[in-house]
């Protein structure tokens, strides 16, 4: 592993133990030619994955890219670190474990939507507002109408 201060590739691991409730393995690296100490992390990754985008252009998926705009939509939320990382783990499998190995932005979008809708409202409609693309106020509105349920009129 080369080392991101000085470029070494002679780095020694101090220190491995799983993370990410053992669907990681994080490692503390030390380099001798600098004394630079840095963490990585070691994930199993089933295939390399596609993302087509709605224009049509495809680029490699990024998990890093992911993680940054749920953690974006979750940002200042009361949810444990570590219920972050197991939501993204998560959805990067339940992707990694379709058949196809292109996978529609939009589909992601569905997932990230889904896995948000299910542990914060707050960052489900944040999240919602970037992905569906929301313009004016009135269509914050109209999307979290959809969220409350229906008001039952009260009996006379």
Partial sequence: MRCPFCGNTETQVKDSRPAEDHVAIRRRRFCPAC???FTT?????????????????????DRDKLSRSIRIALQK???????????????????????????????????????LARIDTVAYV???SVYKNFQEADDFEEFVAELRPLAK???P
């Fill in 126 to 128: 944040r999240f919602a």
């Fill in 153 to 155: 009129p009260e009996d």
């Fill in 41 to 61: 992390y070691e994930r199993v990754q089933l295939r390399d994955l596609t993302v087509v985008k709605k224009n049509g252009k495809r680029e490699d998926f």
């Fill in 77 to 115: 939320r009361p949810i444990e670190p570590e219920r972050i990382e197991q939501m993204i783990s998560g959805i990067v499998r339940r992707l990694e474990s379709k058949g196809d190995s292109d996978i529609q932005s939009d589909e992601i979008g569905q997932i990230v939507m889904e896995a």
């Fill in 35 to 37: 004394g630079g100490r």
